[in-house]
């Protein structure tokens, strides 16, 4: 399989415009356009019959003592965590690409619905859930596409991976919660093929 996106290349950065927060030269961050990226795959394997996308950064701070801290910085030496940034499937067969902005455009406080996504698709809570219980402001479920949010303050940039999956069944069940977890529990013993692309973003001006 291919995974290709007109919304950036393949090792290059991800615009501001794909993204939950841009930099901000005064308060460090501002909330930013939050739309999907658009992604096309080609080459599938003849017998698929539905398709899944995940996006997930793996180079997320395991504790946040120094995350978004003044006079302080995320060294490069912590161990890092995977935080999802989209869970979607049940995407037809008959469907080789998603336009950008299709499935989220814009920031939707406490979370987008779900797990409904457009064109009868489903999509999964994405990791900003937990980011933000502790924000009544923001606190909810987040169903479907956020897009990155690197600590303005972490030493490293941050890498974003969209993999599509070609599957042998037409619906994936997904059994409780609708979360990574459970949905990758789902994809299991039914992926066909897969393919990959990374992009990269940072909040960090020194990087």
Not at 27 to 41: D, E, I, T
Not at 54 to 68: R, Y
Not at 82 to 89: A, V
Not at 90 to 104: L, M, T
Request: charged content about 20%; glycine content about 10%; proline content about 9%.
């Amino acid at each position: 399989m291919r995974l290709t996106s007109s919304s950036f290349s393949q090792g290059e950065a991800i615009p501001g415009e794909f993204c939950f927060a841009v930099v901000d030269p005064v308060n460090h961050v501002s909330l930013s356009m939050n739309r999907n990226p658009q992604l096309a795959w080609s080459k599938v394997p003849e017998e698929t019959k539905s398709f899944a996308v995940i996006c997930h950064d793996p180079d997320v701070p395991s504790k946040g003592d120094d995350v978004n801290k003044e006079g302080r910085e995320v060294p490069a030496s912590l161990p890092r965590v995977n935080f999802y940034h989209w869970l979607l499937w049940n995407i037809p067969a008959s469907v080789g690409e998603i336009a950008a902005g299709r499935q989220s455009d814009g920031i939707t406080p406490h979370g987008k619905p779900g797990p409904d996504a457009p064109g009868g698709m489903q999509h999964g809570i994405n990791s900003y859930t937990g980011w933000f219980a502790g924000d009544p402001h923001m606190k909810g479920n987040y169903y479907g596409y956020d897009g990155p949010c690197p600590p303005w303050n972490d030493s490293i940039v941050h890498h974003y991976i969209f993999t599509v999956y070609a599957l042998d069944v037409d619906r994936l069940e997904v059994k409780g919660e609708p979360t990574a977890e459970n949905v990758q529990a789902a994809l299991n013993g039914h992926v066909l093929a897969e393919a990959k692309l990374m992009g990269t973003y940072s909040l960090n001006p020194r990087i």
